[in-house]
């Protein structure tokens, strides 16, 4: 199923959305999808799980199966940061490179005790019918891996610019180098954007709220400024106009309460939150896209930052290490050299020009993304992780656009939650219970790389003779409630200068 088509004469738009925390198996592993094979053009079925076979032992010995059906959010975050995924990739002794899959529910024991199993439950199809429905109708790659076992902010760096620059671990701001801490995350050779601006080529990124995790990096605040970052509520304006010209548009989703931390009422699907509020993102997306005048012309990219601490059954493989620089000594506290890859996830491929039901075994992770768009636009790679990446390419095979792509997707599943403001119609009656932030627990993890995004958006919007003493204010933050109150603050402050 390859082609010697000419590309860049057919796809003149890339977008790329990128969700949160959740593996393969957790969101497609019961879906049972057949289809044709990406690469033979043979029936084949997507690597997904057994029942039988796909377990870990808890600490009692006892095997907990794969199960379902799985709950629409967590009550816990589990555990994804670097030590907690070598754990379930290796067991509770294991170190790398032995990988067997075998620790996740131990793993979990450690955050909800009373429930280990909850880790090992996954989605029946019907409550994923949006993600399950693309799957089924364009390329569904199983062989997707995030970029290294890992958290969030390393993950989605390598989407970026092929690279963490060295991270490998949640960023904590107030162990930065100053060059980061005031300027954000520089990478040695840049990212995809500068590739796009050397080449002309047009880019936005869409956000979903005030605090995109991309504005991390270095010099994305003059380009905020430039107006390359667009809420996404422009999404639906611009593509419907007829002379769109972006060429790749990144999309950063809702990620909601992200200032107390536990990402509630956003739609980024993170394991807190109503994992039906990202398939009404998804939807949203393909829908616009597919009824746009640049359907014909364009690829979409839907996949997940990493898996989340979630049970996948594939074990990882290794892989090319960057190669470039560490820009800041306090990136590197694990001494990972970045030749493993991270738990698989889901990725979904789509375009025109994909034939129905093809399962892609490829092995890809992120960079794969970077890959795929510089082979189309001519671009240099940007690291050794990117250049010696699989790209898509064998995927868009069909010589004329297909007809019969639908052009709206099936209604999400009503889960029964619903936050403040939902002006969607539904039967739900429980409220997503937001978490309050401890007044005396310290800043989670998780929250420390959006604490420091809403740093430098509080500098963006305060005059020069103001500056020192926001940055005392935030460098004399010690607690969540803390944090919290700092990044409501800057909220409050940043939007209403965006609405102007």
Request: aromatic content about 10%; some cysteine.
């Amino acid at each position: 199923m390859t082609s010697n088509i000419n590309l860049q004469d057919r796809i003149k738009h890339v977008f790329v959305v990128m969700l949160e925390n959740r593996s393969f198996d957790h969101m497609l592993g019961l879906s049972n999808i057949h289809g044709i094979d990406a690469v033979s053009g043979q029936p084949t079925t997507l690597d997904g799980l057994n029942a039988r076979n796909d377990w870990n032992l808890d600490l009692h010995g006892n095997k907990v199966y794969a199960s379902s059906p799985a709950d629409w959010n967590m009550l816990y975050d589990p555990g994804h940061e670097f030590n907690d995924v070598k754990e379930q990739l290796c067991g509770a002794e294991g170190n790398y490179p032995r990988i067997n899959n075998s620790g996740f529910v131990i793993s979990y024991s450690k955050i909800d005790p009373a429930n280990p199993g909850e880790i090992m439950k996954c989605y029946a199809p019907d409550q994923l019918p949006v993600l399950t429905t693309l799957a089924q109708e364009f390329a569904v790659c199983d062989h997707w891996f995030s970029s290294m076992p890992g958290p969030t902010w390393p993950n989605r760096f390598f989407v970026h610019a092929a690279s963490s620059a060295g991270l490998d671990h949640s960023p904590a701001p107030q162990t930065m180098a100053d060059a980061i801490l005031f300027r954000g995350y520089t990478f040695e050779n840049g990212t995809i954007y500068n590739r796009f601006d050397k080449a002309n080529l047009g880019w936005t990124i869409y956000k979903g709220d005030a605090f995109p995790q991309s504005l991390a990096i270095s010099g994305m605040n003059i380009r905020a400024l430039e107006g390359r970052f667009k809420d996404f509520k422009d999404f639906s304006g611009d593509l419907n106009n007829p002379g769109y010209t972006t060429t790749y548009a990144f999309i950063e989703p809702n990620y909601g309460h992200a200032f107390v931390g536990d990402f509630t009422c956003g739609d980024s699907q993170h394991p807190k939150d109503d994992v039906t509020r990202g398939e009404r993102l998804l939807k949203t997306i393909y829908e616009t896209i597919r009824n746009s005048p640049h359907w014909e012309s364009s690829v979409l990219i839907i996949t997940y930052d990493e898996h989340g601490g979630f049970y996948d059954h594939v074990p990882p493989p290794q892989t090319v290490a960057p190669g470039d620089a560490t820009t800041d000594p306090a990136n590197d506290i694990n001494h990972f050299d970045f030749r493993q890859l991270g738990v698989r996830v889901s990725a979904v491929i789509i375009s025109p020009f994909i034939p129905k039901g093809v399962i892609d075994s490829t092995s890809y992770d992120h960079t794969s993304v970077l890959a795929t768009v510089e082979s189309i636009f001519g671009l240099q790679p940007l690291t050794e992780r990117d250049k010696h990446a699989n790209t898509l390419n064998h995927l868009f095979s069909l010589t004329t656009p297909r007809r019969d792509a639908p052009t709206t997707l099936p209604a999400p599943s009503d889960s029964g939650f619903r936050c403040p403001g939902d002006t969607v119609a539904s039967a739900a009656t429980r409220l997503l219970v937001t978490d309050a932030a401890p007044a005396t627990e310290p800043v989670p993890s998780s929250l420390q790389g959006f604490l420091h995004v809403a740093f430098l958006r509080d500098l963006q919007a305060t005059p020069p003779d103001a500056q020192a003493s926001r940055t005392a204010k935030f460098m004399n933050i010690q607690t969540h409630l803390e944090a919290k109150r700092y990044m409501e603050e800057v909220r409050q402050k940043v939007e209403p200068h965006e609405a102007q």
